[in-house]
T-cell receptor, first 113, second 113 residues
Framework: DGGITQSPKYLFRKEGQNVTLSCEQN?????MYWYRQDPGQGLRLIYY???????QKGDIAEGYSVSREKKESFPLTVTSAQKNPTAFYLC????????????FGQGTRLTVV | DQQVKQNSPSLSVQEGRISILNCDYT??????FLWYKKYPAEGPTFLIS?????DKNEDGRFTVFLNKSAKHLSLHIVPSQPGDSAVYFC????????????FGTGTRLQVTL
């Protein structure tokens, strides 16, 4: 079955540590996105990539980094520079250049302890 | 700069009645609009979309209306069912400055018996 997979579902991090969230898709989609959701908030775009080896900052990129070395994978690193990392993180993918929907993973809940 | 706005954070509707969820946008480069449904701790699921060349799109109980001159779209759910209770997000895509998938802040719909 084709889909988009985020792992892990729950993640705990100590303050000052970097942590990497995984996002893998087998839908052959060019475009991938990372969003953050806080309680009572909408989905805010962190980074997005429209093609392998290229990515752009979204609206709240500070304290985050990404890579896009393979079409299937778009990992997100939450660095120690991110002041409020506790949130629900969502990854999505879609066909680039066409009017089509984005498909989402099930999300990763990151908690800083 | 919130380019996609959902001004009603919550809406309560009786079962069987119509639910109307609204969304406004500011970027005239948006030309494709989507609605997603989201349950807590899950990824959003796609509901329905509309291209800017249309003013209406219908899929079963769900209809989306687009008013380009007012930069406004709405999602109608008829008849509303208890299983429709969730948070609904509108999203927009376009070209140039609008090429990233941008979400609104969401509206929590509660369908009561």
């Amino acid at each position: 079955d084709g889909g988009i997979t985020q792992s892990p579902k729950y993640l705990f991090r100590k303050e000052g540590q970097n942590v990497t969230l995984s996002c893998e898709q087998n839908l052959n989609h060019d475009a991938m996105y990372w969003y953050r959701q806080d309680p009572g908030q909408g989905l805010r775009l962190i980074y997005y990539s429209q093609i392998v080896n290229d990515f752009q900052k979204g609206d709240i990129a500070e304290g985050y980094s990404v890579s896009r070395e393979k079409k299937e994978s778009f990992p997100l690193t939450v660095t120690s520079a991110q002041k409020n990392p506790t949130a629900f993180y969502l990854c999505a993918s879609r066909i680039q250049g066409m009017n089509t929907e984005a498909f989402f993973g099930q999300g990763t809940r990151l908690t800083v302890v | 700069d919130q380019q996609v706005k959902q001004n009603s954070p919550s809406l309560s509707v009786q079962e069987g009645r119509i639910s109307i969820l609204n969304c406004d946008y500011t970027n005239s480069m948006f030309d494709y609009f989507l609605w997603y449904k989201k349950y807590p701790a899950e990824g959003p699921t796609f509901l329905i979309s509309i291209s800017s060349i249309k003013d209406k799109n219908e899929d079963g109980r769900f209809t989306v209306f687009l008013n380009k001159s007012a930069k406004h779209l709405s999602l109608h759910i008829v008849p509303s069912q208890p299983g429709d209770s969730a948070v609904y997000f509108c999203a927009a895509l376009g070209t140039g400055t609008a090429s990233k998938l941008t979400f609104g802040t969401g509206t929590r719909l509660q369908v009561t018996l």
